[in-house]
Protein backbone atom coordinates (compact mmCIF):
# COMPACT_ATOMS: atom_id res chain seq x y z
CA UNK A 1 0.00 0.00 0.00
CA UNK A 2 1.39 3.46 -0.96
CA UNK A 3 2.38 5.53 2.18
CA UNK A 4 -0.18 8.19 1.58
CA UNK A 5 -2.75 5.57 1.18
CA UNK A 6 -1.81 3.76 4.32
CA UNK A 7 -1.95 6.83 6.50
CA UNK A 8 -6.13 7.32 5.07
CA UNK A 9 -6.50 3.67 6.74
CA UNK A 10 -4.95 5.08 9.97
CA UNK A 11 -6.48 8.15 10.19
CA UNK A 12 -9.80 6.23 10.48
CA UNK A 13 -8.68 4.97 14.11
CA UNK A 14 -8.75 9.04 15.33
CA UNK A 15 -5.13 9.43 15.97
CA UNK A 16 -2.98 12.09 15.92
CA UNK A 17 0.67 10.82 15.80
CA UNK A 18 2.11 8.58 12.57
CA UNK A 19 5.46 7.58 12.38
CA UNK A 20 5.97 6.92 8.94
CA UNK A 21 7.81 3.76 7.51
CA UNK A 22 10.07 4.75 4.51
CA UNK A 23 11.69 1.41 3.20
CA UNK A 24 11.00 -0.64 0.24
CA UNK A 25 9.02 -1.59 -1.52
CA UNK A 26 6.24 1.60 -0.80
CA UNK A 27 8.27 4.66 0.57
CA UNK A 28 11.70 4.75 0.17
CA UNK A 29 12.97 8.23 0.38
CA UNK A 30 15.30 7.76 -2.71
CA UNK A 31 11.61 7.21 -4.28
CA UNK A 32 9.10 8.98 -3.14
CA UNK A 33 7.79 11.50 -5.63
CA UNK A 34 6.55 15.08 -5.15
CA UNK A 35 2.71 13.51 -5.58
CA UNK A 36 3.19 11.71 -2.84
CA UNK A 37 5.11 14.21 -0.35
CA UNK A 38 2.49 17.10 -1.47
CA UNK A 39 -0.55 14.45 -0.25
CA UNK A 40 1.08 13.65 2.80
CA UNK A 41 1.35 17.22 3.38
CA UNK A 42 -2.41 17.53 2.79
CA UNK A 43 -3.58 15.06 5.17
CA UNK A 44 -1.26 16.33 7.86
CA UNK A 45 -2.99 19.59 7.46
CA UNK A 46 -6.57 18.47 7.16
CA UNK A 47 -6.61 15.75 9.92
CA UNK A 48 -4.12 18.27 12.31
CA UNK A 49 -1.62 15.33 12.54
CA UNK A 50 1.69 15.12 13.05
CA UNK A 51 4.40 12.81 11.87
CA UNK A 52 7.59 10.90 12.73
CA UNK A 53 10.36 9.74 10.23
CA UNK A 54 11.68 6.22 10.29
CA UNK A 55 14.36 5.60 7.73
CA UNK A 56 15.17 2.27 5.54
CA UNK A 57 16.64 -0.29 7.90
CA UNK A 58 16.08 -3.62 5.93
CA UNK A 59 19.77 -4.63 5.16
CA UNK A 60 20.87 -1.85 6.94
CA UNK A 61 23.00 -1.75 9.98
CA UNK A 62 24.29 1.56 11.09
CA UNK A 63 27.06 0.10 13.39
CA UNK A 64 28.73 -1.48 10.86
CA UNK A 65 32.66 -1.85 10.87
CA UNK A 66 32.29 -1.76 6.78
CA UNK A 67 32.72 2.06 6.18
CA UNK A 68 31.56 1.93 2.30
CA UNK A 69 28.25 -0.07 3.79
CA UNK A 70 28.10 3.19 6.55
CA UNK A 71 28.61 5.59 3.73
CA UNK A 72 25.44 4.51 1.81
CA UNK A 73 23.22 4.38 5.28
CA UNK A 74 24.15 7.93 5.68
CA UNK A 75 22.98 8.98 2.81
CA UNK A 76 19.85 6.91 3.12
CA UNK A 77 19.47 8.73 6.30
CA UNK A 78 20.10 12.21 5.15
CA UNK A 79 17.76 11.78 2.79
CA UNK A 80 15.51 11.04 5.55
CA UNK A 81 16.67 13.87 7.32
CA UNK A 82 15.49 15.88 4.23
CA UNK A 83 11.81 14.16 3.97
CA UNK A 84 11.28 15.13 7.72
CA UNK A 85 12.05 18.51 7.24
CA UNK A 86 9.34 18.80 4.02
CA UNK A 87 7.12 17.25 6.56
CA UNK A 88 7.79 19.02 9.42
CA UNK A 89 7.99 16.07 10.78
CA UNK A 90 8.82 16.21 15.00
CA UNK A 91 10.99 13.97 14.97
CA UNK A 92 13.21 11.13 12.86
CA UNK A 93 14.11 7.71 14.47
CA UNK A 94 18.08 6.77 14.24
CA UNK A 95 18.55 2.79 14.92
CA UNK A 96 21.80 2.17 17.12
CA UNK A 97 22.88 -0.97 15.02
CA UNK A 98 24.18 -4.17 16.32
CA UNK A 99 27.04 -6.32 16.31
CA UNK A 100 27.22 -8.15 12.47
CA UNK A 101 28.89 -10.91 13.71
CA UNK A 102 28.53 -11.72 17.79
CA UNK A 103 32.41 -12.33 17.86
CA UNK A 104 32.62 -8.74 16.54
CA UNK A 105 35.14 -6.34 19.15
CA UNK A 106 31.44 -4.55 20.73
CA UNK A 107 33.11 -1.43 21.86
CA UNK A 108 34.45 -1.37 18.21
CA UNK A 109 30.94 -1.64 16.81
CA UNK A 110 29.99 1.18 19.72
CA UNK A 111 32.36 3.55 18.18
CA UNK A 112 31.39 2.79 15.02
CA UNK A 113 27.48 3.25 15.95
CA UNK A 114 28.16 6.49 17.73
CA UNK A 115 30.15 8.34 14.91
CA UNK A 116 27.21 7.31 12.49
CA UNK A 117 25.00 9.19 14.47
CA UNK A 118 27.73 11.92 14.83
CA UNK A 119 27.52 12.40 11.38
CA UNK A 120 23.95 13.36 11.03
CA UNK A 121 23.84 15.79 14.02
CA UNK A 122 24.79 18.80 11.79
CA UNK A 123 22.45 18.25 8.98
CA UNK A 124 19.51 17.57 11.06
CA UNK A 125 20.24 20.46 13.41
CA UNK A 126 20.54 22.51 10.37
CA UNK A 127 17.02 21.70 9.21
CA UNK A 128 15.62 21.52 12.55
CA UNK A 129 14.94 17.93 12.65
CA UNK A 130 15.15 16.22 15.86
CA UNK A 131 17.08 12.84 16.15
CA UNK A 132 15.19 10.10 18.33
CA UNK A 133 18.00 7.26 18.92
CA UNK A 134 16.19 3.55 19.03
CA UNK A 135 17.50 0.75 21.17
CA UNK A 136 17.70 -1.79 18.58
CA UNK A 137 19.13 -5.42 18.07
CA UNK A 138 18.93 -7.92 20.62
CA UNK A 139 20.13 -11.20 21.86
CA UNK A 140 23.71 -11.67 20.97
CA UNK A 141 24.14 -9.27 18.49
CA UNK A 142 22.83 -6.08 20.81
CA UNK A 143 25.43 -3.31 21.55
CA UNK A 144 23.49 -3.09 25.20
CA UNK A 145 23.47 -5.96 27.97
CA UNK A 146 21.09 -3.87 30.00
CA UNK A 147 19.53 -0.43 30.39
CA UNK A 148 22.83 0.83 32.31
CA UNK A 149 24.64 0.34 28.77
CA UNK A 150 21.90 2.28 26.49
CA UNK A 151 22.30 5.11 29.13
CA UNK A 152 26.43 5.06 28.71
CA UNK A 153 25.91 4.87 25.52
CA UNK A 154 23.31 7.94 24.59
CA UNK A 155 25.62 10.08 27.19
CA UNK A 156 28.55 9.48 24.87
CA UNK A 157 26.45 10.95 21.59
CA UNK A 158 26.29 14.53 23.96
CA UNK A 159 27.38 17.01 21.64
CA UNK A 160 26.55 20.95 21.33
CA UNK A 161 23.03 19.69 20.44
CA UNK A 162 20.43 17.71 22.65
CA UNK A 163 20.14 13.97 22.62
CA UNK A 164 16.34 12.14 22.73
CA UNK A 165 15.70 8.63 22.39
CA UNK A 166 13.41 6.61 21.36
CA UNK A 167 12.97 3.69 23.81
CA UNK A 168 11.47 0.52 22.48
CA UNK A 169 9.86 -1.32 24.88
CA UNK A 170 10.07 -4.45 22.59
CA UNK A 171 13.43 -4.96 21.86
CA UNK A 172 14.17 -3.39 25.41
CA UNK A 173 12.79 -6.57 27.11
CA UNK A 174 14.27 -8.71 24.86
CA UNK A 175 18.05 -7.00 25.42
CA UNK A 176 17.18 -7.45 29.37
CA UNK A 177 16.33 -3.96 30.50
CA UNK A 178 14.80 -3.71 33.64
CA UNK A 179 11.85 -1.67 32.23
CA UNK A 180 11.47 0.34 35.48
CA UNK A 181 14.61 1.50 36.31
CA UNK A 182 15.46 2.16 32.50
CA UNK A 183 12.69 4.83 32.41
CA UNK A 184 13.53 6.24 35.94
CA UNK A 185 17.35 6.57 34.14
CA UNK A 186 16.77 7.88 30.39
CA UNK A 187 13.49 9.93 31.32
CA UNK A 188 15.05 13.14 30.50
CA UNK A 189 16.01 11.99 27.18
CA UNK A 190 13.36 10.04 26.42
CA UNK A 191 11.26 11.87 23.70
CA UNK A 192 9.67 8.89 22.28
CA UNK A 193 8.38 5.41 22.65
CA UNK A 194 8.00 2.39 20.53
CA UNK A 195 5.24 0.34 22.52
CA UNK A 196 4.28 -3.31 20.95
CA UNK A 197 4.37 -6.94 22.74
CA UNK A 198 6.74 -9.97 22.56
CA UNK A 199 6.88 -13.69 23.86
CA UNK A 200 10.33 -12.87 25.16
CA UNK A 201 12.27 -14.97 22.43
CA UNK A 202 11.74 -12.55 19.03
CA UNK A 203 10.81 -9.34 18.04
CA UNK A 204 7.32 -9.93 17.27
CA UNK A 205 5.63 -6.39 16.63
CA UNK A 206 2.15 -8.44 18.50
CA UNK A 207 -0.49 -6.17 19.65
CA UNK A 208 -0.37 -5.00 23.22
CA UNK A 209 -0.80 -7.76 25.50
CA UNK A 210 -0.67 -10.47 23.37
CA UNK A 211 3.12 -11.25 24.96
CA UNK A 212 4.72 -11.29 28.18
CA UNK A 213 6.44 -8.30 28.21
CA UNK A 214 4.71 -6.39 31.89
CA UNK A 215 3.17 -3.29 30.08
CA UNK A 216 1.01 -2.19 32.27
CA UNK A 217 3.53 -1.15 34.79
CA UNK A 218 5.62 0.31 32.01
CA UNK A 219 3.44 2.31 30.50
CA UNK A 220 1.64 3.42 34.05
CA UNK A 221 5.82 4.56 34.94
CA UNK A 222 6.07 6.35 31.83
CA UNK A 223 3.12 8.58 32.58
CA UNK A 224 4.20 9.41 35.72
CA UNK A 225 7.88 10.02 34.87
CA UNK A 226 8.62 10.94 31.84
CA UNK A 227 7.77 14.45 30.45
CA UNK A 228 3.90 14.88 28.94
CA UNK A 229 5.13 15.89 25.62
CA UNK A 230 6.97 12.00 25.00
CA UNK A 231 5.19 10.60 22.32
CA UNK A 232 4.27 6.85 22.22
CA UNK A 233 3.42 4.53 19.01
CA UNK A 234 1.62 1.83 18.77
CA UNK A 235 4.32 -0.76 16.91
CA UNK A 236 2.58 -3.88 15.80
CA UNK A 237 3.38 -6.09 12.88
CA UNK A 238 0.88 -5.47 10.07
CA UNK A 239 0.09 -8.86 9.39
CA UNK A 240 -2.58 -10.29 8.71
CA UNK A 241 -3.48 -7.13 6.79
CA UNK A 242 -6.67 -7.64 7.27
CA UNK A 243 -6.55 -7.79 11.27
CA UNK A 244 -4.58 -4.26 11.67
CA UNK A 245 -7.02 -1.75 12.23
CA UNK A 246 -8.63 -4.15 14.75
CA UNK A 247 -5.31 -5.19 16.73
CA UNK A 248 -4.51 -0.93 16.44
CA UNK A 249 -8.02 -0.39 17.90
CA UNK A 250 -7.24 -2.91 20.80
CA UNK A 251 -3.59 -1.73 21.30
CA UNK A 252 -4.78 1.93 22.04
CA UNK A 253 -7.71 0.85 24.13
CA UNK A 254 -4.89 -0.97 26.24
CA UNK A 255 -3.30 2.08 26.57
CA UNK A 256 -5.96 4.00 27.50
CA UNK A 257 -7.04 1.88 29.84
CA UNK A 258 -4.10 2.25 31.64
Do not use: W
Request: hydrophobic fraction near 40%; proline fraction near 5%.
Amino acid sequence: MPIDKAVEFIISLDVTIIELFMDVPYAHPYNLNKKIINNLNKLKDMYNISYFIHPPCYDLNPATLNKSLQKEIITQYVYSIKLAEELEARGMVVHSGHLSLPEANREEVINSSINFIKNLTEEAYKRGVKLLIENTGYGINSLFKNHLDFFEYLKRLETDHPIYSVLDVGHAYLQGFDLIEAVKSLKKMIAHVHLHDNKGIADEHLPLGKGVIPLVPFIKTLKKEVNPATTMIIEIAPNPVEKVLKNLKNSIRFVKDI
